[in-house]
């Protein structure tokens, strides 16, 4: 290799003057292109994919500034909590009723679970792993009380980290300043799926 270059530089060094700046320019624009394609190219992407990363640290440590509207919405409902393992979550879910009602001046209370529903997968997109579902656990409540205990009682609820959600609330005027209270609300669980026996 080292012979057939010396020859090579020997060759050119004998052509004229014009043709050796001629294969001076072949060399070096071909070199060029070589290193455009290659290792320039190259370059490119390790210099955006640095840019992207520094980017990223900078936004992490920026720092994080809630709206008017989100610690609003905090104070009313409370922390956000992923689904619970569903023995775990329909238990606390349960206590957390009894506890509430312990608070107040509520009469004739009563809490029954009524049924569990599969979420859509879409859902809580990411929360669910393989083998894994999302379910509603839901349950009626029935109660009376004063209207101001009435709604201390349903901001509670909605406060509690493990009451996901209220829905279907009716009230119906009683005797005096009394009101009653059915209303329903539900407990996000994580259930394991059942693999189905070999037969």
């Known amino acids: 290799m080292a012979n057939r270059l010396h020859q090579l530089v020997e060759t050119v060094s004998m052509w004229p003057r014009a043709m050796r700046w001629a294969f001076c320019a072949v060399v070096a624009t071909t070199t060029f292109l070589i290193w455009d394609a290659t290792i320039a190219s190259l370059g490119a992407d390790w210099s955006s994919q640095a840019v992207t990363l520094e980017q990223q640290i900078a936004e992490l440590k920026k720092p994080t500034t809630l709206t008017s509207a989100v610690k609003d919405s905090v104070k009313s409902f409370g922390e956000v909590s992923l689904p619970r393992e569903k023995t775990d979550g329909a238990s606390e879910l349960t206590n957390a009723i ?8 509520v009469k004739n209370d009563e809490y029954t679970r009524t049924k569990t529903n599969k979420m859509k997968s879409g859902s809580l997109p990411g929360i669910a792993s393989s083998g894994e579902t999302i379910e509603q656990v ?16 349903i901001s509670a609820l909605e406060s509690s980290p493990w009451i996901d959600a209220v829905s279907d609330l009716r009230f119906t005027r009683l005797d005096g300043r009394m009101i009653r209270v059915d209303m329903s609300v539900e407990a996000w669980v994580v259930s394991k799926t059942q693999r189905k026996g070999r037969r």
Do not use: P
């Not at 009894?98 to 001046?105: C, S, V």
């Not at 839901?138 to 009682?153: C, H, L, N, P, R």
């Open 138 to 153: 839901i349950g009626d409540i029935q109660f009376d009380a004063t209207q101001e205990d009435v709604m201390k009682v």
């Open 98 to 105: 009894h506890d509430i009602f312990g608070q107040y001046r």
